[in-house]
């Protein structure tokens, strides 16, 4: 017959409880802790460090605005690129708020980077992505914008495109996704190679 008496009850919720305690609480997390020092770059996020000093993070996006960079795609986190508030715009495709801001973007991107209104302007130049904080563009981004960059930094065209080039990530374990340039990682290898003439 079960003992069904409260005191053998109460004591044996305790003692679950801290087993499972200890069991999640404490030796799990330790040892998931432990296996990601292995990897002590991704385990501390992956942050790029410049003279001692952090940067950024390879995988989160930051805004670029001067002309001597490439930039990223828009982002509907925040007020751009904010790690505490990401996320899409979630509207649909046909939502007139979305036809606008993307018909807004078009402009922009054409406009700064001197393309005639009937050029081709890539998807993720003129959308946002869904955490907003995407620190990808794609190789045709990075391509439609080497020449402003180029420009602004009197440097050659094909300087700017082999550091394109060097930067292209291709397919994840070679059938996953697309191949993506790292925009923080690009404009910093910008600067390490010519150094920046504008604000």
């Known amino acids: ?112 980077n001197q393309l005639s209104s009937t050029d081709a302007v890539p998807a993720d130049a003129i959308t946002a992505s869904a955490s907003g904080l995407d620190p990808h563009i794609s190789p045709d981004n990075a391509a439609a914008q080497a020449s402003r960059v180029a420009h602004a930094r009197g440097i050659s065209l094909a300087r700017v495109q082999a550091l394109i080039e060097r930067h292209t990530e291709g397919r994840t374990v070679g059938v996953i996704g697309e191949p993506r340039v790292n925009v923080f990682e690009l404009n910093l290898a910008l600067d390490a190679e010519s150094p920046r003439v504008a604000p």
Not at 1 to 16: E, G, H, K, N, Y
Not at 60 to 72: D, K, L, M, R, T
Request: with cysteine; aromatic share 8%; glycine share 10%.
């Open 1 to 112: 017959m079960v003992d069904v008496r409260p005191l053998s009850q109460l004591r044996s919720a305790v003692v679950a409880t801290l087993l499972l305690t200890i069991l999640c609480g404490v030796a799990f997390p330790a040892a998931i802790w432990g296996v990601a020092q292995l990897f002590p770059d991704r385990a501390h996020g992956s942050l790029v460090v410049v003279d001692g000093t952090a940067r950024g993070s390879r995988l989160i996006g930051q805004a670029f605005h001067s002309p001597i960079y490439f930039h990223g795609r828009p982002s509907a986190a925040g007020d751009g690129y904010d790690a505490t508030s990401s996320g899409g715009t979630n509207l649909a495709l046909d939502n007139p708020k979305q036809v606008a801001a993307v018909a807004e973007h078009a402009t922009a991107y054409r406009t700064i």
